[in-house]
């Protein structure tokens, strides 16, 4: 809102005009006039053109010949960061996710005037963008735009996964992938001796990110590879899952159990490992006391050796080796007892 004041003095007339610019006004002309009542084609004017100084104002836009709903893995994109600001903007940055978005042509990312240009997008491209300007007057981050790139399924998991099951047990075996639109069809197979054969659809179920297969070895020629893919609307996964069905059951126990190396107050265990089942195998070595059941120390390991140390003074303890794999535990492997005595007590040999 202006408000006009204007004061008389002999033959002079004073004009002031009083308002708060905005920042529409910015460029604008303001222009005083003078007309003589008397003198009608007679006048005086003056203008000045007027500079409102504000911050960024600042609005961030998809690349107009883009469709958002329909950017795939592979494709170029770009964004628009609409600047206004008075004095002109001095920096222009770019966000991903809150995270500072540098220049890196290695990477095809690329700042240009005030464009970003993502070459060849992938999933990891997906997320929040934001743009920001600065100048004398502030700092301006723009909206937040979301950001979808759709993607083909992809196995969640990578490599081989080894499946051990003995003939005649059931095993429900799960596949699961990544994929943006959820994946809508899953397909097995299942490989032996060169032969590849189709899975009936029956035999599996389906969701948009994972299919489970129930799975029954009955003979030697059941033992193969399976294989599982999956396809949305963007195409169908490059790298199927796969399973390798080996002949599995319970692990052997450790042999040769060894302990070794005493001193007052630590010992070794060693032993030697023996079938694994046709499984990844590790070690445990429990330590029982009295007529406990449960293990008072429980000692894991990748191989079949254990320092033991920290143990209570003159209590005996008896150890008890074991393999484990994914189908259970070994039968144990008894070692001989092992008892720390109390230094202060100690009067001879162990």
Not at 247 to 261: E, Q, S, V
Not at 295 to 321: I, Q
């Amino acid at each position: 809102m202006a408000n006009f004041e204007e004061e008389h003095r002999n033959n002079l007339t004073v004009s002031v005009l009083s308002f708060v610019p905005t920042m529409e006004d910015d460029g604008k002309a303001i222009t005083c006039r003078a007309d003589n009542p008397n003198r009608t084609s007679l006048h005086l004017e003056t203008s000045w053109t007027i500079s409102v100084v504000y911050p960024p104002v600042v609005r961030l836009r998809l690349g107009s010949s883009l469709a958002a709903d329909d950017i795939k893995e592979g494709d170029d994109v770009y964004f628009e960061c609409h600047v206004r600001a008075n004095p002109p903007a001095r920096k222009l940055s770019w966000l991903h996710d809150d995270r500072p978005l540098a220049h890196n042509a290695t990477a095809r990312v690329f700042h240009s005037n005030q464009s970003l240009v993502l070459q060849k997008v992938t999933r990891h491209s997906s997320g929040r963008y934001a743009c920001s300007a600065l100048n004398a007057e502030g700092e301006t981050v723009s909206n937040e735009l979301h950001f979808r790139v759709k993607y083909s399924p992809s196995c969640r998991s990578g490599g081989v996964a080894v499946v051990g099951a003995a003939r005649g047990e059931s095993v429900v075996i799960v596949c699961e992938v990544d994929a943006d639109p959820p994946a809508a069809v899953f397909k097995w197979k299942f490989n032996n001796s060169g032969e590849t054969l189709d899975v009936a659809a029956d035999r599996y179920t389906s969701n948009g990110s994972a299919s489970s297969l129930r799975y029954t070895p009955v003979a030697d020629l059941d033992y193969g590879t399976l294989s599982c893919s999956a396809s949305n609307e963007v195409g169908t996964q490059l790298i199927p899952c796969v399973f390798q069905m080996v002949a599995a059951g319970k692990p052997h126990a450790p042999r040769n159990c060894t302990l070794w190396n005493q001193t007052a107050e630590a010992a070794e265990v060693s032993c030697v490992a023996a079938f694994d089942g046709g499984l990844p195998q590790r070690f445990l070595l429990e330590l029982y006391s009295g007529d406990d059941t449960t293990p008072r120390v429980n000692l894991s390991s990748e191989e079949p050796t254990w320092t033991v140390r920290g143990l209570e003074w003159d209590v005996r303890f008896r150890l008890v080796a074991v393999a484990v794999n994914a189908k259970g535990r070994s039968p144990p492997a008894r070692l001989q007892d092992l008892l720390f005595r109390d230094p202060e007590k100690r009067t001879g040999r162990w």
